[in-house]
């Protein structure tokens, strides 16, 4: 039996890919003052063709109604929607355990691929051939998580950039098994088709812009701590199991999805050095560092 467990027990139901987050991508495109002056334009025509004061009571009557929503969460008389999907304690992630190297933290190597991109131009996703790039990158997306097995992806997560103040920037972080199956995928059809339909556009959209990082990472060479965070990066990956996987952590029956989170408050798991299995993780203590359980 595997010495760690996932925090949640291994599925043979398949997880269901998502790449949601379309209304954080539309607020993405605009700055904070041209949120405010859409809000004022929108309010504008009611001031002129309906009673004033009703406008006004409207908008402060929406505005009570959030603050009383925000304080009934904050004094825990109402779910704190904050809240949701966040996993109250200390986790790390780690992959399933192989045979021989049950005790061995991050036992097996890992490939981050980082893929971004972003459109400079002052309609952001509204620009000239920013949706063609939108509907490139999902078929590209759907060809790695159908085809998952054979390219050896563990997981995928998407986020936006935050260094402009309206970014217009979408960075995808994925984790492969090897760099082999990241170069089987970069030689699918779908991808040659979408790195043709790229070096095509150069010229007549040069404010598309893309780029990626691959970092090939040895075993006991990467680790990952989460504090009251929800899934995400390596802690959000889904990993299908081998046969050699499943046996070695105990998991009977035929497929099995292995999910990351693992309880990171005993052992080995508690201090960075012990994820990478270069301690005994007691280092924290011996350091006089308090250790959050």
Not at 106 to 133: D, M, T, Y
Not at 182 to 208: C, E, G, M, N
Request: hydrophobic share 40%; aromatic share 10%; with cysteine.
């Amino acid at each position: 039996m595997a010495p760690y467990k996932p925090l949640f027990a291994p599925t043979s139901e398949r997880p269901l890919p998502g790449f949601g987050g379309v209304s954080a991508i539309i607020r993405d495109q605009f700055q904070a003052t041209t949120l405010m002056l859409l809000g004022a334009a929108l309010l504008g025509p009611l001031f002129l063709f309906t009673r004033s004061g009703l406008i006004v009571l409207f908008v402060y009557t929406v505005l009570l109604f959030k603050l009383l929503n925000a304080l009934l969460m904050v004094y825990g008389y109402r779910k704190d929607a904050s809240m949701e999907d966040v996993i109250p304690k200390k986790f790390t992630a780690q992959l399933p355990p192989v045979q021989g190297k049950e005790d061995v933290p991050a036992s097996q190597g890992i490939v981050v691929f980082l893929l971004g991109a972003r459109v400079n131009h002052p309609l952001g996703l509204l620009a000239p051939g920013a949706k063609e790039l939108g509907d490139w990158a999902q078929k590209c997306f759907k060809q790695v998580e159908e085809k998952r097995d054979e390219y050896g992806l563990l997981g995928m997560s998407h986020f936006l950039g935050t260094d402009r103040a309206a970014s217009n920037e979408i960075l995808t972080l994925m984790y492969f098994r090897t760099t082999a199956g990241l170069h089987d995928f970069a030689l699918s059809q779908v991808h040659r088709d979408t790195w043709t339909w790229f070096l095509a556009i150069q010229k007549r959209y040069p404010h598309i812009g893309i780029m990626h990082e691959t970092y090939d990472v040895p075993a006991r060479g990467w680790e990952a701590i989460y504090l009251q965070m929800h899934r995400t990066g390596l802690g959000a990956a889904e990993v299908k199991m081998t046969l050699e996987e499943r046996e070695t952590a105990g998991v009977e029956g035929g497929e099995a999805w292995w999910f990351t989170p693992v309880d990171a408050t005993k052992g080995k798991m508690r201090s960075s050095r012990g994820r990478m299995d270069r301690s005994d993780g007691g280092e924290n203590a011996k350091e006089g560092f308090r250790e959050i359980y």
